[in-house]
């Protein structure tokens, strides 16, 4: 079954400090994962996408790792900020139809709470 | 131009009421989709449209009404919905289908069904 688990559910940081979100999933056949960041009642926006051969991608304070032999990624956030509460979803896209669509697969979401 | 806009932000429809939702983008996207979202959960593919045509409809009840005017243009048409249809509706466009390049999402409508 095609399934994209992440984790934790939810996280509470100071402002400052360091975080890493897990993303494990069991889609196949795999186009790329992308990592959103949804505020609430707003749409998802992206921060990172990646494909089968990049390990790492970095956007601003926010880097994606990937490891598609363990399928598992992982989104670090540096220097965390009160902007940054929100939720991240993890997103894995399916090839489906040969190739011809891709579906979207998305996790649960880890929801991040940056405290002063 | 590198948005999606929905309209309206916010929409209250009774169970008897025929509303629409529109999305709109102008990067040249070739595929548009539909999305519900509850709260806490993940979104939900509703529809795809590729190069205007429906090519997924996910089993959707049939109060939900997908229209593509052109390549711009998504509309969603609602009619007697129930009140378990109160969500976040949210619309994305991608370059194309396949490599869904340039995935964007649209800020949503929200949606109540009273």
């Known amino acids: 079954k095609n399934q994209v688990e992440q984790s934790p559910q939810s996280l509470i940081i100071l402002e400052g400090k360091n975080c890493t979100l897990q993303?494990?999933?069991?889609?196949?056949?795999?186009?790329?994962l992308r990592w959103y960041k949804q505020d609430t009642g707003r749409g998802p926006v992206s921060l990172t996408i990646?494909?089968?051969?990049?390990n790492t991608k970095s956007n601003g304070r926010y880097t994606a790792t990937l490891d598609a032999d363990t399928k598992q990624s992982s989104l670090h956030i540096t220097a965390s900020q009160l902007s940054d509460s929100a939720s991240y979803i993890c997103?894995?896209?399916?090839?489906?139809?040969?190739?011809?669509?891709?579906?979207?697969?998305f996790g649960t979401g880890t929801l991040l709470a940056v405290q002063p | 131009d590198t948005e999606v806009t929905q309209t309206p932000k916010h929409l209250v429809m009774g169970m008897t009421n025929k509303k629409s939702l529109k999305c709109e983008q102008h990067?040249?996207?070739?595929?548009m989709y539909w999305y519900k979202q509850k709260a806490k959960k993940p979104p939900e593919l509703m529809f795809v449209?590729?190069?205007?045509?429906?090519?997924i409809n996910e089993s959707v009840p049939s109060r939900f009404s997908p229209e593509c005017p052109n390549s711009s243009l998504l509309n969603l048409h609602l009619h007697a919905l129930q009140p378990e249809d109160s969500a976040l509706y949210l619309c994305?466009?991608?370059?194309?289908?396949?490599?869904?390049?340039?995935?964007?999402f649209g800020s949503g409508t929200r949606l109540t069904v009273v």
């Open positions: 993303c494990n999933y069991t889609v196949s056949p795999f186009s790329n």
């Open positions: 990067m040249g996207h070739r595929a």
């Open positions: 994305a466009s991608s370059q194309d289908p396949g490599q869904m390049l340039g995935y964007t």
């Open positions: 990646m494909t089968f051969s990049e």
């Open positions: 997103v894995v896209s399916l090839s489906i139809y040969g190739g011809a669509t891709n579906k979207l697969i």
């Open positions: 449209y590729s190069y205007e045509k429906l090519s």
